[in-house]
């Protein structure tokens, strides 16, 4: 099975910037798309950037201009680097990579356990 485990939150002042990391580990065969996904309290989980083996990314316009997804494909690590930060970006952030863990098996989703972020002055 893939196993991913996120760097730890923290709490920011608005304005302020962090860096969140992942790392997917276990059996793995292969990785297709990696991504960081949130969840705010009442609020359903959304997606927060993706980004695909070949480097092409996507984010929601909530976060464009302000977050920047990468990842190192021979490593299996996704980074989150996340500037301007507003009070609205508080949630738990989670890790996601579609990946399959032996030949011949079908893409799943895998997830972290997830790590709080607070935007708070």
């Known amino acids: 099975q893939v196993q991913l485990v996120e760097s730890e939150g923290g709490l920011v002042q608005p304005g302020g910037s962090l860096r969140l990391s992942c790392a997917a580990s276990?059996?793995?065969?292969?990785?297709?798309?990696m991504g960081w996904y949130r969840q705010a309290p009442g609020k359903q989980r959304e997606l927060v950037a993706d980004i695909t083996t070949r480097g092409s990314t996507n984010y929601p316009d909530s976060v464009k201009g302000r977050f920047t997804i990468s990842r190192d494909n021979a490593r299996n690590t996704v980074n989150l680097q996340m500037n301007s930060l507003k009070p609205e970006d508080t949630a738990i952030y989670y890790c996601n990579a579609d990946a399959i863990a032996r030949l011949g098996d079908p893409y799943r989703s895998y997830w972290g356990r997830g790590t709080q972020v607070t935007v708070s002055s």
């Open positions: 276990g059996t793995i065969f292969h990785i297709n798309t």
